[in-house]
């Protein structure tokens, strides 16, 4: 069992939608929790980051880390074409802050 | 700013071959990350090195190794390759996790 699981998709929404993405992790040790957005034949770009419970709001793009259920969402309001990407959970543990594990991603399509 | 360097973008090595792979930091980053990236498995973490200094290792065989030079550049080398190191090899540097890892674009590896 991967230690952060992540549905894969692909997900379509038309534009405009709200976009709900979710990822789940095992490790409770687990302190950072960030989202990646990665665009074909890109590397990932980093959306959001969070230290422990509670949310991050930035523009369109909301954060939620809750612990308690190990549960780690990343909300889109206003979808545009533009957001059709692969988005990627990621998480790490602190002192090893280097190694971040990865969700496999979700594919996004924000349709006309 | 200058992002992330790899280099080179695209390598097609023949199985048993070694490879070298370059990675040049942001400006001022002393932390850089690789990463494997394949359909199957995701992201995952090879190594970290910081100031010369490999601070964080993956579970990945003695194959893989990687340096890091004075000027924070960083090479990571793969002998004798094999088929399913094909991959997206991803480089990432970072200030500190705080701030989050900025990834390059990423050398594709096949191996035939």
């Known amino acids: 069992q991967k230690e952060v699981e992540q549905d894969p998709g692909p997900l379509s929404v038309p534009e405009g939608a709200i976009v709900s993405l979710n990822c789940t992790y095992s490790?409770?040790?687990?302190?950072?929790f960030m989202w990646y957005r990665q665009y074909s034949r890109k590397g990932p770009e980093l959306l959001m980051y969070?230290?422990?419970?509670g949310n991050k709001e930035d523009g369109r793009f909301t954060a939620q880390v809750d612990k308690s259920s190990k549960y780690i969402s990343l909300f889109i309001r206003d979808s545009q074409p533009s957001d059709s990407a692969t988005y990627l959970c990621?998480?790490?543990?602190?002192?090893?802050?280097?190694?971040?594990?990865f969700g496999t991603g979700t594919r996004l399509q924000v349709t006309l | 700013k200058a992002g992330v360097t790899q280099t080179p973008r695209y390598l097609i090595k023949t199985r048993g071959q070694q490879v070298t792979l370059s990675c040049s930091p942001i400006?001022?980053?002393?932390?850089v990350s690789w990463y494997q990236q394949t359909p199957g498995q995701g992201l995952q973490f090879l190594f970290e090195?910081?100031?010369?200094?490999?601070?964080n290792k993956g579970n990945f065989p003695g194959r893989f190794s990687g340096r890091q030079f004075s000027n924070s550049r960083s090479e990571m080398n793969v002998s004798t390759l094999e088929l399913g190191d094909s991959a997206l090899y991803l480089c990432?540097?970072?200030?500190?996790?705080?701030?989050?890892?900025?990834f390059g674009s990423g050398t594709r590896l096949t191996v035939v």
């Open positions: 990621a998480t790490t543990i602190t002192g090893t802050a280097s190694k971040l594990t």
């Open positions: 969070t230290y422990s419970s």
């Open positions: 490790n409770s040790a687990f302190q950072y």
């Open positions: 090195y910081f100031s010369e200094t490999q601070r």
């Open positions: 400006s001022g980053h002393r932390s």
């Open positions: 990432a540097s970072s200030l500190s996790v705080e701030r989050g890892y900025t």
